[in-house]
């Protein structure tokens, strides 16, 4: 499985951004998506995750209510929309893949990382 993140960048409090997430191998649509965050000093933190085709999600507590995870099946793609940003969501993002019955929020349940992509939230 091969994972590319992207769509990260600069954005004032109250902000939108969407994340994008491509993937791509033989049986990555077997596998649950997540996305976690890591801010500088501080250890990598679960975000969100969801399995493709369906509705099923799960959310950090932090972020309930402000983003939303979702998948694309015809472009292989997990997106992760982020409103109402605030400067503690400044973070390197990275899109992950679990080969889990459940959506974890463990990052050690997690095989395959992309790239992270940064966000960075003024206030």
């Known amino acids: 499985v091969q994972l590319q993140a992207s769509g990260g960048g600069l954005v004032q409090a109250g902000g939108s951004l969407r994340l994008s997430c491509a993937a791509s191998g033989r049986t990555f649509r077997s596998y649950v998506m997540g996305w976690f965050r890591q801010a500088p000093g501080k250890e990598r933190e679960f975000v969100a995750a969801t399995r493709w085709s369906t509705d099923t999600t799960r959310y950090a507590d932090s972020v309930k209510g402000r983003f939303t995870i979702s998948s694309d099946n015809a472009k292989n793609t997990v997106y992760l929309q982020m409103n109402s940003l605030k400067p503690e969501d400044t973070a390197v993002y990275y899109c992950?893949?679990?080969?889990?019955?459940?959506?974890?929020?463990?990052?050690?349940?997690?095989?395959?990382w992309g790239q992270g992509t940064l966000v960075t939230v003024s206030s």
């Open positions: 992950a893949a679990a080969p889990t019955p459940n959506l974890s929020g463990r990052t050690y349940d997690y095989a395959y």
